[in-house]
């Protein structure tokens, strides 16, 4: 099993940047598949960006891509959203997520552990 922990969620005016970490703890990190997602009042839980084990691509929705950059470092066990050029439509809780096996990187049902979430609001 791998815990998982989010920070750096806040408040931020747009065309502004936050950057999110999500610490993992209790098993290899090197061996799941990482993605971040999110979630807005009233909708669904949105892919945005994630990758297969260490090394390998990185997938990103058309959403955020060229604004959000996806890290890893599986040495300290650390993931990073790097949110750039932020708009009040990201407003929503993020959360990063793991998978081990039989993984769809897109597929949030395919994630089995979840961290508790940290919120972001970009304001007008």
């Known amino acids: 099993q791998v815990q998982l922990v989010e920070s750096g969620g806040g408040l931020v005016q747009a065309g502004g940047s936050l950057r999110l970490s999500c610490a993992a703890s209790?098993?290899?990190?090197?061996?799941?598949?990482m993605g971040w997602f999110r979630q807005a009042p009233g909708k669904g839980r949105e892919f945005l960006a994630a990758s297969a084990w260490s090394g390998g691509n990185t997938y990103y929705a058309d959403s955020v891509k060229g604004r959000f950059t996806f890290s890893r470092d599986n040495a300290k066990n650390m993931m990073y959203l790097q949110m750039n050029s932020l708009k009040p439509e990201d407003t929503a809780v993020y959360y990063c997520?793991?998978?081990?096996?039989?993984?769809?990187?897109?597929?949030?049902?395919?994630?089995?552990?979840w961290g508790q979430g940290t919120q972001v609001t970009v304001s007008s």
């Open positions: 209790g098993s290899t990190f090197s061996n799941y598949a």
């Open positions: 997520a793991a998978c081990s096996s039989n993984c769809r990187l897109y597929d949030r049902y395919r994630y089995t552990y």
